[in-house]
């Protein structure tokens, strides 16, 4: 398969039948072999996860669907006002947190986020995908230390729903606004699970985080199974 980085948290995975892209908001999205099955993924409406440009696919393709996190709500006046056809919707799940939802051959759970909407689970052509979108361990210096624990324990309950599971390909957040706690969620991931392929996401272009990180006591063991971005666009063959 070849993964595609798109930019910030944004990947379009092409498979023999079908195209996942998770959580595009920047960036001239590649043309694709319309005998695919295209699915778009959207954990939440945040800007940098989330851009109407996905709706513009809407038409171009005979097999496409867009799942979206619940918080992202699409009003026929809402799409009106900002050029996109109504009849989208008809081409839209919505999808809560903690559920599991079959769409033809296509299996799509979701965890609960600890920022907004959800993370996304996927199983296709016998191959299961992690999208974290906004679920990490989000420790702020500065912030209250109450919060700070609240934090660390929604993070480790949800990681714990999916303990020793099998993900040929994963998505994680490794935000250096965090500072030291930078990699408190990868790791917690990467501990619990069995993941191939890992890619960083969440970056803010600060793609020397994650040699800091396979640099690290931490980071070390995973040597190999850390996909190094440097730039948009660039793909990889997993």
């Not at 998505?171 to 930078?182: K, Q």
Request: aromatic share 14%; glycine share 6%.
């Amino acid at each position: 398969m070849k993964i595609t980085y798109l930019y910030h948290s944004g990947f379009a995975v092409e498979l023999a039948q079908h195209i996942l892209i998770f959580d595009y908001y920047r960036g001239k999205l590649p043309k694709w072999d319309k005998n695919k099955t295209i699915l778009f993924f959207v954990s939440h409406k945040h800007q940098d996860h989330f851009d109407l440009r996905i709706f513009d696919c809407f038409g171009q393709y005979e097999k496409l669907h867009y799942f979206l996190g619940s918080d992202v709500k699409l009003s026929e006046a809402y799409l009106k006002r900002n050029g996109v056809s109504p009849a989208v919707k008809s081409a839209v799940t919505n999808v809560g947190k903690n559920t599991v939802t079959k769409w033809q051959d296509i299996t799509v759970e979701t965890l609960r986020s600890t920022d907004a909407g959800v993370a996304f689970i996927v199983t296709a052509e016998d191959k299961t995908f992690y999208h974290a979108g906004d679920l990490n361990w989000w420790h702020w210096e500065g912030e209250d230390a109450a919060w700070n624990r609240q934090m660390e324990a929604d993070y480790k309950k949800e990681i714990a729903r999916i303990k020793g599971r099998h993900f040929d390909a994963a998505f994680v957040p490794l935000d250096p606004r965090l500072e030291g706690a930078y990699d408190l969620g990868m790791r917690v991931f990467l501990e619990h699970t069995d993941a191939g392929a890992v890619f960083p996401m969440h970056m803010w272009d600060r793609y020397e985080v994650i040699d800091r990180f396979l640099q690290s006591k931490a980071g070390a063991p995973y040597q190999g199974r850390i996909m190094k971005i440097k730039e948009p666009g660039q793909e990889f063959i997993v």
